[in-house]
Nanobody, 115 residues
Protein backbone atom coordinates (compact mmCIF):
# COMPACT_ATOMS: atom_id res chain seq x y z
CA UNK A 1 0.00 0.00 0.00
CA UNK A 2 1.05 3.60 -0.52
CA UNK A 3 2.63 5.31 2.48
CA UNK A 4 3.99 8.82 2.97
CA UNK A 5 5.65 9.46 6.33
CA UNK A 6 6.83 12.97 7.18
CA UNK A 7 9.46 13.77 9.79
CA UNK A 8 11.75 16.61 10.83
CA UNK A 9 9.25 19.12 12.10
CA UNK A 10 9.61 20.88 15.42
CA UNK A 11 10.39 24.21 17.01
CA UNK A 12 12.78 26.72 15.51
CA UNK A 13 13.65 30.33 16.24
CA UNK A 14 13.18 33.05 13.65
CA UNK A 15 16.15 32.91 11.30
CA UNK A 16 16.76 29.24 12.07
CA UNK A 17 16.56 26.15 9.88
CA UNK A 18 14.76 22.82 9.69
CA UNK A 19 14.82 19.98 7.18
CA UNK A 20 11.69 17.96 6.54
CA UNK A 21 11.74 14.45 5.10
CA UNK A 22 9.02 12.37 3.47
CA UNK A 23 9.66 8.63 3.22
CA UNK A 24 7.58 7.08 0.45
CA UNK A 25 6.66 3.50 -0.36
CA UNK A 26 4.12 1.53 -2.35
CA UNK A 27 4.65 3.14 -5.76
CA UNK A 28 7.40 3.89 -8.26
CA UNK A 29 8.77 7.00 -6.61
CA UNK A 30 10.86 8.20 -9.54
CA UNK A 31 7.76 8.44 -11.72
CA UNK A 32 5.68 10.42 -9.24
CA UNK A 33 5.13 14.15 -9.02
CA UNK A 34 5.94 15.18 -5.44
CA UNK A 35 5.42 18.30 -3.39
CA UNK A 36 5.12 20.01 -0.03
CA UNK A 37 2.05 21.88 1.15
CA UNK A 38 1.15 23.59 4.41
CA UNK A 39 -1.96 24.49 6.36
CA UNK A 40 -2.64 27.07 9.05
CA UNK A 41 -5.82 26.49 11.10
CA UNK A 42 -8.73 28.30 9.49
CA UNK A 43 -7.00 28.72 6.15
CA UNK A 44 -6.78 26.68 2.98
CA UNK A 45 -3.94 24.31 2.26
CA UNK A 46 -1.26 26.16 0.29
CA UNK A 47 1.52 25.06 -2.01
CA UNK A 48 5.05 25.40 -0.64
CA UNK A 49 7.09 23.70 -3.35
CA UNK A 50 6.59 20.90 -5.85
CA UNK A 51 8.09 18.85 -8.64
CA UNK A 52 6.01 18.18 -11.72
CA UNK A 53 5.81 14.81 -13.43
CA UNK A 54 8.34 16.02 -16.02
CA UNK A 55 10.96 17.08 -13.48
CA UNK A 56 10.44 20.82 -13.26
CA UNK A 57 9.64 22.60 -10.01
CA UNK A 58 8.07 25.72 -8.58
CA UNK A 59 7.88 27.53 -5.22
CA UNK A 60 5.42 29.75 -3.48
CA UNK A 61 6.52 33.39 -3.65
CA UNK A 62 6.65 33.56 0.14
CA UNK A 63 9.40 30.92 0.37
CA UNK A 64 11.52 31.63 -2.71
CA UNK A 65 15.17 32.04 -1.80
CA UNK A 66 14.66 30.45 1.62
CA UNK A 67 13.32 26.92 1.01
CA UNK A 68 14.70 24.21 -1.27
CA UNK A 69 12.86 21.10 -2.41
CA UNK A 70 14.84 18.01 -3.39
CA UNK A 71 14.34 14.29 -3.90
CA UNK A 72 16.48 11.18 -3.64
CA UNK A 73 14.98 8.55 -5.91
CA UNK A 74 17.36 5.85 -4.65
CA UNK A 75 15.99 6.36 -1.12
CA UNK A 76 12.38 7.08 -2.11
CA UNK A 77 12.55 10.27 -0.07
CA UNK A 78 11.44 13.85 -0.61
CA UNK A 79 13.07 16.71 1.33
CA UNK A 80 12.35 20.32 2.16
CA UNK A 81 15.26 22.40 3.46
CA UNK A 82 13.89 25.46 5.25
CA UNK A 83 16.26 28.33 6.03
CA UNK A 84 15.73 31.84 7.36
CA UNK A 85 12.52 30.73 9.02
CA UNK A 86 9.86 33.27 9.90
CA UNK A 87 6.94 33.07 12.34
CA UNK A 88 4.65 33.13 9.29
CA UNK A 89 6.07 29.72 8.31
CA UNK A 90 4.36 28.12 11.31
CA UNK A 91 1.99 25.46 9.95
CA UNK A 92 1.42 21.76 9.50
CA UNK A 93 3.46 20.61 6.51
CA UNK A 94 2.21 17.80 4.29
CA UNK A 95 3.92 15.57 1.76
CA UNK A 96 1.94 14.95 -1.43
CA UNK A 97 2.40 12.36 -4.16
CA UNK A 98 0.65 12.33 -7.51
CA UNK A 99 0.73 9.05 -9.39
CA UNK A 100 -1.67 9.48 -12.27
CA UNK A 101 -4.58 9.11 -11.86
CA UNK A 102 -4.19 8.93 -8.06
CA UNK A 103 -3.20 11.39 -5.35
CA UNK A 104 -1.83 10.64 -1.86
CA UNK A 105 -1.11 12.69 1.26
CA UNK A 106 0.92 12.13 4.39
CA UNK A 107 -0.33 12.84 7.91
CA UNK A 108 1.65 16.05 8.29
CA UNK A 109 4.38 17.34 10.58
CA UNK A 110 4.12 20.45 12.74
CA UNK A 111 6.57 23.31 12.23
CA UNK A 112 6.56 26.12 14.79
CA UNK A 113 8.72 29.22 14.44
CA UNK A 114 8.80 31.32 17.58
CA UNK A 115 11.22 33.13 19.84
Amino acid sequence: QVQLVESGGGLAQPGGSLRLSCAASGFIFSRAAMGWYRRVPGKECALVARFTSIGTWNYADSVKGRFTISRDNAKNTLYLQMNSLKPEDTAVYYCRAWVSPYEYWGQGTQVTVSS
